[in-house]
């Protein structure tokens, strides 16, 4: 990734980023002060919404339901200075998803929230790897430093050895635990003092001369400056310094110290994203990639929302624009369907502004409320037969039949299976052999969770069951190839919700059987999406 020097001012301020964690390390803490600091709310506190569905909401929810459609909080815009922040929300669930892995490539950074008393955590280490897949830049915020935390270098070890990144300490901590008072600010030779007193406070910032300026004794507590200037001087010895370049080609990251929870080092964090975070990058598409500043519009879908209320059958594609200057209003070509869609109604995710806005660049996300035409992985232009690509779709990891309750309603079952295939919420098999469909997800809990929104959204009660099958895989080959091998496998062959044909396998011995009996024939464990 570089710095694109011919970006149009609009693209080259806008930051598109998500926030990945393990659960509880503080996202929702730090995205609701990301949104205060972004003006986009008054309030913090506001954004909270407590219970099983504690997510981040903001002042669009008016908007949805002015509109009557929901489309959650799944993207946040906000102004921070002169930049604009777009904040794509990655899937809250534990289960790791394809979900996830899809909103990371409509974003073009991410910020790694780490608890500092349990440093890297499983589902950091997941979300991790697949942002290095991308080489995707990250940015490190080590939180609850308020409480007490581990040593500031065994942190920073930990990082590196588990994650095979460079550290560089962007800030560093005064103090532990109760006698935490603040943090040192290495990029702008600064001390930031932490307000206990109110959470909502940005933290008092002391321009200094350097490491020997006498201002440092007045205000840090003799033994805590003592060890303080210890460490940093150890810190300059053993940690490399900030290299730009590193962290937007992903192998080095700045970490910064604070606690979301009292406002503090958070505005830092916001001030390295917008410094050092990178513009909105080039996008890989077929015959030729797209890049930002090019002015004509192109975009794809990275996610599909069922609108919540049963009443209505609306879905809100999200799109990331990859080029141009959209404006509401467009025509624009849906390349797979060969077909021109007017984006008439475009939801536009303004935090701040409950208007819906006119216009959105490259490097924003708009939200289309369509009938089931978009799909993930579809790309829209101006008219350029162009599609994006690496929008992958996984093999699922787990097999189970579905039946409705009610044999009379196979139809209505195929009909919202089909809903939760195209927002990805699950892979829908249907055999060529036998009656009724094969569903396959990624986490066990997403069968509950399909099942009740199955009877909640269509009131259709169903039973999910064991399955012969334990994965699949997609068939590809000539067509001869693969019409032999469908023919003489019958009773292991199904179509997915795309229409495309896949094997479907009890044991790995199957998929190795294929491989010597089929050679003409590929198994793949993936499909790209476009
Ligand atoms: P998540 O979205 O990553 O799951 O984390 P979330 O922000 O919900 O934070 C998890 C818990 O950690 C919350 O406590 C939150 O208040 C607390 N927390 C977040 N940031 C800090 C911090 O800087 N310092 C300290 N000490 N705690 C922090 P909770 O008890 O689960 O919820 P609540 O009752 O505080 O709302």
Not at 86 to 112: C, I, K, Q, W
Not at 387 to 412: N, W, Y
Request: proline share 5%; aromatic share 8%.
């Amino acid at each position: 990734m570089t710095k694109r020097p011919d970006l149009p001012a609009e693209i080259a301020r806008r930051r598109t980023f998500a926030i990945i964690s393990h659960p509880d390390a503080g996202k929702t803490t730090l995205t609701e002060k990301f949104l205060l600091f972004g003006g986009a709310i008054q309030m913090a506190g506001q954004v909270r919404a407590k219970g099983e569905a504690r997510r981040t909401r903001s002042d669009f929810m008016q908007m949805e339901k002015d509109r009557g459609i929901s489309v959650s909080a799944s993207a946040m815009s906000f102004d921070f200075g002169k930049y604009r922040f777009n904040l794509v929300d990655t899937p809250g669930h534990s289960d790791f998803s394809e979900d996830t892995y899809r909103t990371l490539t409509a974003v073009d950074a991410a910020v790694m929230v780490i608890d500092g008393a349990k440093g890297v955590e499983s589902q950091t280490q997941k979300l991790f790897e697949v942002c290095r897949l991308r080489d995707l830049p990250i940015l490190t915020f080590c939180n609850k430093m308020d409480r007490e935390s581990r040593d500031t270098f065994e942190i920073i070890d930990e990082i590196q050895e588990n994650l095979a990144i460079d550290v560089t300490p962007a800030s560093w901590p005064i103090g532990v635990g109760r006698e935490f008072i603040g943090c040192y600010d290495i990029l702008r030779d600064r001390l930031e003092l932490m307000d206990r007193a109110d959470r909502n406070k940005v933290a008092e910032s002391i321009q200094i001369a350097g490491l020997d300026d006498p201002k440092l004794a007045e205000h840090v507590p003799a033994h805590l400056l003592t060890k303080f200037l210890e460490e940093i001087e150890m810190a300059k010895e053993l940690l490399p310094p900030l290299d730009p370049e590193a962290l937007l080609n992903g192998s080095m990251t700045p970490i910064w110290f604070g606690s979301a929870m009292n406002s503090f080092g958070v505005k830092e964090l916001m001030d390295g994203l917008a410094t050092y975070g990178p513009e909105p990058q080039i996008q890989s598409a077929l015959p030729r990639n797209i890049a930002p500043e090019e002015p004509k519009v192109a975009g794809f879908v990275f996610k599909v929302q069922a609108n919540m209320d049963p009443k209505h059958r609306d879905r809100v594609a999200f799109v990331r624009l990859a080029s141009g200057h959209f404006q509401r209003g467009m025509k624009l070509t849906h390349v797979r369907a060969k077909k021109q869609m007017a984006i008439s109604n475009p939801v536009l995710f303004l935090a701040a502004d409950r208007e819906l806005a006119e216009e959105a660049w490259a490097g924003d996300i708009i939200g289309i409320p369509n009938h089931g035409q978009l799909r993930i992985g579809d790309t829209l232009t101006e008219g350029e037969d162009i599609r994006v690509s690496g929008i992958p779709s996984f093999a699922p990891e787990l097999l189970q039949a579905c039946r409705a309750g009610d044999p009379m309603k196979a139809k209505h079952l195929e009909k919202a299976l089909m809903q939760f295939a195209e927002e990805g919420a699950a892979k829908v098999f249907k055999p060529t052999f036998g009656s009724g469909f094969i569903v396959g997800v990624v986490g066990a809990l997403q069968f509950e969770v399909l099942a009740s929104r199955i009877e909640l959204e269509y009131g259709l009660p169903v039973r999910f069951e064991q399955s012969q099958f334990t994965s699949a895989r997609w068939v590809t080959g000539n067509k001869e190839a693969v019409d032999k091998f469908g023919a003489a496998n019958k009773q292991h062959i199904a179509t997915d919700n795309d229409g495309d044909t896949v094997f479907l396998t009890r044991l790995q011995w199957d998929i190795d059987r294929v491989g010597r009996d089929y050679p003409d024939v590929t198994l793949s464990a993936t499909k790209e999406m476009m």
